[in-house]
Structure formats: C-alpha cells, structure tokens
C-alpha cells in the first residue's frame, strides 16, 4: 500500500489539495491499481507476436477521395475576394501598436 508520504507527493505533483480522508482513499485507489499492473507485468507473452495495432489494417482512402484534374493558380485566384496575382491576400493579424 502506499505511504501518506507517496499520496503527498503525487497531489503535490497534481496540484491538488487533498484531505485526510481523500489521502486515505486514494492511497488504497492508487496502490490497487498498481498492483493490477503488477500483475499484468508478469502474464506471460511469450507467445503473442509484437504488433502495432489489434485493429484490422485497411486503406482509409475512399474511392471518391482519387484527385481528379487539379486547378491551375489563375482559376484558383478567381474565387479569391483579394489576390496580388500569386497569391491569397489576406488582412494582417499581426499589427504593430503605436
């Protein structure tokens, strides 16, 4: 089980003021869930290949998601409210205060 000075610690690294009795019960909470990851520390996997997901893997790209004919600058450019004829223009969002 852990100690009052371990719970201390932890709510100190939390930021979290705890009372005597939350210091009590979260040392029985913190400590059982340590001895649950003990115990997963020992199962034996020997046996279990090394992956990286349980998932199946399976593309994420849809049929309709294969580019098509691409835009050229001068047609992109015509949707734009302002353009220097390179580029967006925008208004800036940074300014210098005076």
Do not use: C, W
């Not at 913190?30 to 115990?39: G, N, R």
């Not at 893997?57 to 998601?65: C, F, H, I, K, P």
Request: proline residues 4%; hydrophobic residues 40%; glycine residues 2%.
């Amino acid at each position: 089980m852990l100690t009052s000075e371990q719970v201390n610690r932890v709510a100190h690294l939390a930021r979290l003021a705890l009372t005597e009795d939350e210091k009590q019960r979260y040392a029985r909470q913190l400590s059982a869930i340590l001895d649950y990851a003990e115990q997963l520390a020992n199962v034996d996997v020997s046996h279990v290949p090394p992956t990286a997901t349980v998932l199946p893997v399976r593309s994420v790209v849809r049929e309709a998601d294969v580019v098509n004919q691409l835009l050229t600058r001068d047609e992109v450019l015509k949707n734009a409210p302002r353009s220097d004829g390179e580029s967006f223009e925008v208004a800036a969002a940074i300014t210098e205060s005076s």
